[in-house]
Structures are given as structure tokens and as C-alpha cells.
């Protein structure tokens, strides 16, 4: 059964950081691209970052050039979400969600998604 179990999130001031993970389960890790997407009360999803977790390319969204650092950790099926800087408009829904192709950004060619974990960043 794939799994995508994102944690990390949660309430932060503007200004700070979150470090939030995804999970990975029930596939072969190393054949996926691992994206971040992210949705707003009222907005639409938006794609974050993403990461080939074959040759470790990323791709980040401008909103977030700059400020947030995806990683995968292959050993542990792991990958990571470093956001720095926070502002009240990155609170949002965060979703990570799997690939085989490399797509970035692009949700409707992901396969697998995760439950989301809530970001709130206080101004």
C-alpha cells in the first residue's frame, strides 16, 4: 500500500521557520519525483517544490525562491521541507505527493498524495 505521511507542521510567527517531512511508503522511492503543494482557504492548490530523488534536481515556486530548501533523504524514504522566513501568506494546507515522471509542479500528473498537514503563520 503507498503512503505519503507528511508531519511538521503547525503555528508560527512571521518571520519563523517549520521544518515539515514526507514519509514514503509502498514504492520504490529512488523511480519518483517527491513534490510539495500547498492550498489556501478559498484558493486554489499551488504548487511549492518538488525533487528528483533520482539526481536530486528541485524546482520552487517563485512565492518561495529564496526562503524554502526541499530534500530527500533516500535511506529513509524521507523527504524534507526547510521553510525560512515565513510570512502570514504561506499558511495553507501542505500536501506532498509522488510522480514517476518528472513533472514538476504540475499536481494533476501526481499518483499518489498525503493526508496535508496545516501551516499558520501569525503576522
Known amino acids: 500500500e503507498v503512503q505519503l505521511v507528511e508531519s511538521g507542521g503547525g503555528l508560527v510567527q512571521a518571520g519563523g521557520s517549520l521544518r515539515l517531512s514526507c514519509a514514503a511508503s509502498?514504492?520504490?522511492?529512488?523511480?519518483?519525483?517527491i513534490a510539495w503543494f500547498r492550498q489556501a482557504p478559498g484558493k486554489g492548490r499551488e504548487g511549492v517544490s518538488c525533487i528528483s530523488t533520482s539526481d536530486g534536481s528541485t524546482v520552487y515556486a517563485d512565492s518561495v525562491k529564496g526562503r524554502f530548501t526541499i530534500s530527500s533523504d533516500n535511506a529513509k524514504n524521507t523527504v524534507n521541507l526547510q521553510m525560512n522566513s515565513l510570512k502570514p501568506e504561506d499558511t495553507a494546507v501542505y500536501y506532498c505527493?509522488?510522480?514517476?515522471?518528472?513533472?514538476?509542479?504540475?499536481?494533476?500528473?501526481?499518483?499518489?498524495w498525503g493526508q496535508g498537514t496545516q501551516v499558520t503563520v501569525s503576522s
Open positions: 509502498g514504492f520504490t522511492f529512488d523511480d519518483y519525483a
Open positions: 505527493a509522488a510522480t514517476r515522471g518528472w513533472y514538476p509542479l504540475v499536481s494533476y500528473e501526481y499518483d499518489y
